[in-house]
């Protein structure tokens, strides 16, 4: 896509699209403190409340692959209003769900919507400002999504303290009405004619992920090991069946068999979906250790948790430092043995921690988060030729929130499961240290991936690194 300067944009448009961020990365993180609420409210218990956010994580994989395809055909404001109605629909439809199967169907619709905010703002950045303004202007709207959840975790919990869970989902009510008035009069309405779109791919691709994400979510049933199983070949053969067809389909692939041709991408792409698994389960898990196993407050859960996202903003300017020094692979070998050996750790943490403690521990592992995260995304985009660019980054994109959606569901079966067990009794934080161990070990053993890389892989992005030695 070219941009199109010929158009006048609003100097408030990246104003408008920063609120539409926010209110989406806010979203996503100010229900993880509201679970053990929410499940009190609806009859259910609190392990078996992450199916509200699988269902959103996996809605926005599945649908995220359309944003391009329909912001070209019908427009960029008008996919961008439709997304906000749409999100402000699923908003209303959770705040007043009297179970947990109708608060799931609304998740699902809030995930239609949300899939497309970020996407299409982003686009929309792309083609109305010039190349020379576009970092600048780009790192002012995207910033919200710094902050959201900063603020997330906080809000969620004063929310559910001091009013009831609801408010989370009618927060977003005036302010997607504000935003809806505000993208008619400000958002330009860029489109194109489109040559083609890969449906079958993508139904194909989204038939894979949503069969593996259900049979993470079913095999914590026993009588349901046998419909997880089946899920589990569906997807296999779904995403088997999607690779023949992009290696026939060439460059009209929604995802081209040659992105995998690239070693960094492939590489980078495993890392991000394997070591992101124990890291994705952490927002899901933390809030119910704090509030289910040690009985803390919403509130108090909401604070400790604020550290982890502060550290992400705080790491950000560390990263180009450490890969001079370091490089991509030893940076990020040794970076993911030491989020494992963190997530480890939790393993140790009771009622009795000291709470400067824990806060300095998931300050900690923010940081290393946060510099896995951005580590992990630039080497998987380093090689990738200018053609494969839009394609590339949008199958990250997808693989980050299937990672996100598969982490909540393999950390919430192996917390119900032994849960379950005689081994653990009633002792549910013995249940919450076990799970530790697994998800920790396992994201040490994932660093493997990254010792794959070459020493001088994305050295092109580090244009002052000397030469490595080993």
Known sequence: ???????????????????????????????????????????????????????????????????????????????????????VLGSLLCAVASNLHLLII???????????????????????????????????????????????????????????????????????????????????????????????????????????????????????????????????????????????????????????????????????????????????????LFQVAFGFSAVNAGWLLMPIAIAAIVAKPVLKPVMQRFGYRRTLTMNTRIIGILILSLALVSPNTPQWLLLLQLFILGAANSLQFTGMNTITLADLRPTQASSGTSLMGVNQQLALSFGIAIGALLLQNLSRTHFVGTNISLAFRITFVVLGTFTFASSWIFARLHPMDGDNLLPQRKKPTD
């Open 1 to 87: 896509m070219t941009p199109a300067p010929a158009i006048k944009t609003s100097p408030f448009l990246p104003v408008l699209l920063a609120i539409a961020i926010f209110m989406q990365q806010l979203d996503s993180t100010i229900l993880n403190t509201a679970l053990p609420a929410m499940a009190k409210d609806l009859g259910e218990s609190p392990l078996n409340m992450q199916s509200t956010i699988i269902a959103y994580a996996l809605t926005l994989a599945i649908m995220m692959p359309l944003s391009g395809f329909l912001s070209d055909r019908i427009g960029t404001r008008y996919l961008f209003m439709s997304s906000l109605v749409i999100f």
């Open 106 to 288: 609304a998740r699902i619709i809030q995930g239609i919507g949300g899939a497309m905010l970020t996407p299409v703002a982003r686009l929309t950045m792309v083609q109305a400002y010039d190349r020379s303004r576009l970092i600048t202007i780009m790192n002012y709207a995207l910033m919200p999504a710094l902050i959201g959840p900063v603020l997330g975790p906080i809000v969620g919990g004063y929310l559910v303290d001091y009013a009831s869970w609801h408010w989370i989902f009618l927060l977003n009510l005036p302010i997607g009405l504000i935003g809806l008035v505000a993208t008619w009069y400000l958002m330009p309405n860029f489109s194109q004619k489109v040559d083609h779109f890969d449906g079958v791919g993508f139904a194909l691709f989204a038939m894979s992920a949503f069969c593996l994400s259900l049979a993470f979510e079913t095999m914590s049933h026993p009588t349901s090991l046998l419909f997880s199983l089946l899920m589990i070949f569906a997807g296999i053969m779904a995403m088997t069946t999607y690779i023949i067809h992009a290696r026939h389909a060439g460059n009209h692939a929604l995802y081209p068999a040659s992105l995998l041709a690239v070693r960094t991408f492939r590489l980078g792409l495993a890392g991000n979906l394997v070591s992101r698994l124990g890291m994705s389960s952490l927002p899901l898990l933390l809030p119910l």
